[in-house]
């Protein structure tokens, strides 16, 4: 009752690492308002589930463990999902913001009538004053998030409908052991009585997912170029730079829209969100959409001939000049000092 509960995206028996994320934030979150960090497992087989979300700070797992539960499909999901929310009466529900949570999110929150904050990039708890109604709301679920193109950050709050619910991009936010010892319950629920026949109407005959090629998520270091490269030869400089320093390539999304580098290497809101050691930004301007993407990342170099680019704000260093001047030069020195 009144708990903070996060629903768990599982694949072959292990729990999604946005997941794992939304339980690191969501600990962060329940403990600054007293309550318990609930986790919601789907699907079949979930025998380790509770090993692998215990450290992360859970109290409570629910499990529903039915071979029809897995892969996900939306109609038992989200049955479970409304019936269980409709029992417990969370104050506060998080879930990715992949292809299951943007299928599922919206289902659920439709039903319950409490609205959901899509792609946030923050939670934080505060409160609100309704200054027209004179009332002062306390605990709630700040939703943040680029909005307006990703022209300004938009903090959203839910004052009266419960639970507030909120779907968050995979790396937006920390995973982080709290207690390696930290033990939990486990309550192990009668599928039945949560899903009907009609809903298991949609069965999985055969299920491919293509696995990426490229997983710059995972890269220490990232060049990354914006629409000031010119164009897709242009690059080529910044793979050039890669090949030498053992780095991946990535991209802001006017870059990606310009057919200059593929979709796969997007970093922002609307990409991946990426933490490297070293984030080199070449020609990038700097908006809020592509900074929500890389902002933690441990030391950010800017290369850019406007030196009044916004994401100067944020860099560590700031080379002012061409990209196509500079980037020949570091491969240069890069080679002659490593030797």
Not at 196 to 219: G, L, P, Y
Request: with cysteine; proline share 4%; net charge negative.
């Amino acid at each position: 009752m009144n708990n903070l509960f996060v629903y768990l995206e599982i694949e072959n028996g292990k729990v999604e690492e946005v997941s794992l994320e939304l339980l690191t934030k969501g600990r962060t979150l329940a403990t600054q308002l007293h309550c318990q960090l609930e986790a919601v497992a789907i699907g079949s087989q979930l025998q380790t589930i509770g090993e692998q979300v215990f450290p992360y700070g859970a109290d409570v797992l629910h499990l529903f463990d039915d071979q029809r539960l897995s892969p996900y499909t939306s109609l038992p999901h989200t049955a479970i999902l409304v019936n269980l929310f409709k029992e417990e009466k969370p104050q506060i529900a998080l879930m990715g913001a992949t292809s299951v949570g943007r299928d599922l999110g919206p289902r659920v929150s439709s039903a319950l009538f409490s609205g959901l904050t899509a792609d946030c990039t923050a939670l934080e708890i505060g409160d609100h004053e309704e200054k027209k109604e004179g009332k002062t709301y306390h605990d709630l679920l700040y939703q943040i998030r680029p909005a307006f193109g990703g022209n300004i950050v938009a903090t959203i709050v839910n004052p009266d409908n419960r639970p507030q619910m909120a779907t968050v991009r995979e790396g937006v936010m920390k995973k982080e052991i709290f207690d390696t010892k930290h033990q939990g319950q486990i309550i192990t629920h009668d599928v039945e009585k949560y899903v009907s026949d009609t809903d298991f109407a949609v069965s999985v005959i055969e299920r491919h997912i293509e696995s990426s090629k490229i997983n710059i998520k995972a890269a220490p270091i990232i060049i990354a170029g914006g629409y000031g490269m010119g164009s897709k030869e242009g690059f080529g400089l910044l793979y050039d730079l890669a090949n030498t320093i053992g780095a991946e390539v990535g991209a802001s999304r006017a870059a990606v829209d310009a057919g200059f580098c593929e979709h796969e290497r997007q970093i922002g809101q609307t990409g991946v969100t990426v933490r490297p050691k070293l984030y080199i930004a070449c020609g990038i301007s700097g908006q809020i959409q592509h900074i929500a993407g890389m902002q933690e990342s441990s030391l950010i170099i800017a290369i850019n001939s406007d030196p009044n680019a916004p994401i100067n704000t944020i860099a560590d260093y700031v080379i002012t000049g061409e990209v196509e001047t500079v980037i020949p030069k570091m491969i240069k020195y890069y080679k002659k000092n490593s030797k």
